[in-house]
T-cell receptor
Framework: DSGVTQTPKHLITATGQRVTLRCSPR?????VYWYQQSLDQGLQFLIQ???????AKGNILERFSAQQFPDLHSELNLSSLELGDSALYFC?????????????FGSGTRLTVV | AQTVTQSQPEMSVQEAETVTLSCTYD???????LFWYKQPPSRQMILVIR??????QNATENRFSVNFQKAAKSFSLKISDSQLGDTAMYFC???????????????FGTGTRLKVLA
C-alpha cells in the first residue's frame, strides 16, 4: 500500500455520462497530481493541486475538471464521456518541496466507457 | 520543449541475466531530475530509482542502477540478476522545477514492457 488511495478501482459507464474519481493523498502530502494513461501510451499529465489550489495544468480537456478539498482529498470529474476517455487514471501525491524525490502513486481507477 | 524517448517498446530477459533499458531526453536545462518508474501487472506505479542531473555519480538501488550520460542526454536503467517479479512496464521520467511558477514539470516516456523469462 503506497498510502495514496484511489476509488473506485474500476468504473464502467456509458457515453455521455459523468463520473467522479476520488483520491486521498499520502498523509502529509499537500500536492495531488492527476494523470491519464491510455492503452499503450505513457502517462499524460492532467492537473496538479497544492493545498487546495490549482498549481499546474496539462492536457486536460474542458469536459474534465478537478478540485482539492480542505482535507486534501481530490476529485477528478469527467463529463460528457466519450469512448476515447477509456483509460487508467492515476493520482499521485508529493510533499511539494520534496517532489524531486518522485511521486507516490495510487493504484489507479480503470475507466471503461461503453 | 522537453521530450523523453524510450525506443524499446518491448524487451525480454532470462531470469538471473542482466538487461538494460534505454532512455533519451531532450532539454536545454541544466538543473533537472530523472526517474525510472515500474508498473507491474498490478498497475501500481512504483519509483525504482532517481538521478539528480548535477551529480555525476550514477545512482544505484540494489539490483537497479543507471548509466547517466548528461552530455549525450541518456539515462539507461540496468537490472542485474533479473527476477520474475521484475516483469513490468518501465517508464523513464524527466522532471525540472519551473522557477517562475513554483511548480514542477514532469514528462514521462511511453514505456518499455519488460518480460523476465523463467
Amino acid at each position: 500500500d503506497s498510502g495514496v488511495t484511489q476509488t473506485p478501482k474500476h468504473l464502467i459507464t456509458a457515453t455521455g455520462q459523468r463520473v467522479t474519481l476520488r483520491c486521498s493523498p499520502r498523509s502529509g502530502d499537500l500536492s495531488v497530481y492527476w494523470y491519464q494513461q491510455s492503452l499503450d501510451q505513457g502517462l499524460q499529465f492532467l492537473i496538479q493541486y497544492y493545498n487546495g489550489e490549482e498549481r499546474a495544468k496539462g492536457n486536460i480537456l474542458e469536459r474534465f475538471s478537478a478540485q482539492q478539498f480542505p482535507d486534501l482529498h481530490s476529485e477528478l470529474n469527467l463529463s460528457s464521456l466519450e469512448l476515447g476517455d477509456s483509460a487508467l487514471y492515476f493520482c499521485a501525491s508529493s510533499v511539494l518541496d520534496r517532489v524531486s524525490y518522485g511521486y507516490t502513486f495510487g493504484s489507479g481507477t480503470r475507466l471503461t466507457v461503453v | 520543449a522537453q521530450t523523453v524517448t524510450q525506443s524499446q517498446p518491448e524487451m525480454s530477459v532470462q531470469e538471473a541475466e542482466t538487461v538494460t533499458l534505454s532512455c533519451t531526453y531532450d532539454t536545454s536545462e541544466n538543473n533537472y531530475y530523472l526517474f525510472w518508474y515500474k508498473q507491474p501487472p498490478s498497475r501500481q506505479m512504483i519509483l525504482v530509482i532517481r538521478q539528480e542531473a548535477y551529480k555525476q555519480q550514477n545512482a544505484t538501488e540494489n539490483r537497479f542502477s543507471v548509466n547517466f550520460q548528461k552530455a549525450a542526454k541518456s539515462f539507461s536503467l540496468k537490472i542485474s540478476d533479473s527476477q520474475l517479479g521484475d516483469t513490468a512496464m518501465y517508464f523513464c521520467a524527466f522532471m525540472k522545477p519551473q522557477t517562475t511558477s513554483g511548480t514542477y514539470k514532469y514528462i514521462f516516456g511511453t514505456g518499455t514492457r519488460l518480460k523476465v523469462l523463467a
